[in-house]
């Protein structure tokens, strides 16, 4: 196997946007990227930028969140949570474009969370209610440049409150480790090709620098967890907490 070139984003599709497969084949896939997600710490970059954000907000205030491409719903429902830990109200939308996630999401959350998971391409969702926040993991990596700079656009102006891009360090490091991880653990053929796939797929800092400039959210903050996540964040801080 040659060692890939890691100095431009891949653009090979992934499986799990492409290949027809049964709900429960692709149930499967998604159970093993929760299991991916723990071990590679998803949740905590998520956490402390909602902390950050969320600086002052009396208990009580509503939190209105839109997680895009959420999956089996796990981030979902550790923000559910997270924000009612805190005394907030939590009012979460997720919005993903395969069914499959839908029922899986939906299978895997208490319905006491009210967490609305929504079958739609980004592109055509407009929030009824506009979201204080807009979330993603493992999801901006799926898009070309040109729809990058558009979502970049999109939840700027809709989040009214700050959005958050928890994704994946293009390196090689990253690349041949998580390789290896997948096929010691055995993890769903999807999640063996994907995974490396995703982190050629995924950024640098100089591509976010260069993208950000361009969608005029140059203010936005980029910042690296272990392991390998470089994850992406604006707070509109002059937005007031809610009352
Ligand atoms: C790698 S999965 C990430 C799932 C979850 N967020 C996680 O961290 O495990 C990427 C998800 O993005 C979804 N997706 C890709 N393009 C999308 C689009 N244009 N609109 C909505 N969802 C999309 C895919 O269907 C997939 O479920």
Partial sequence: MAWPDFSARADEPEWMDTLEVSAEDFAACLADLEQVNILTRAWPPTRRFLE???VGWPPGSELRLVDV???????????????????????????????????????????AMGIDYRVENIFDHTPETPPHFVTSALFTHHLTDAELLRFLRWQTGFASHGWFVNDLHRHGFAWGSFWLLSRVMRWH?????DGPLSVRRAFVRADWRAILAQAGAANAKLSWHIPFRLCVSQVKAAAPAPA
């Fill in 52 to 54: 950050r954000a969320t």
């Fill in 69 to 111: 491409g959420f999956g089996q719903g796990e981030m979902l429902r550790r923000i559910h949570r997270w924000a009612t830990t805190r005394g907030f109200v939590p009012k979460l939308t997720g919005v993903d474009l395969n069914p499959h996630c839908k029922a899986a999401a939906e299978a895997a959350t208490p319905s």
């Fill in 189 to 193: 053929r999807f999640v063996q090709h």
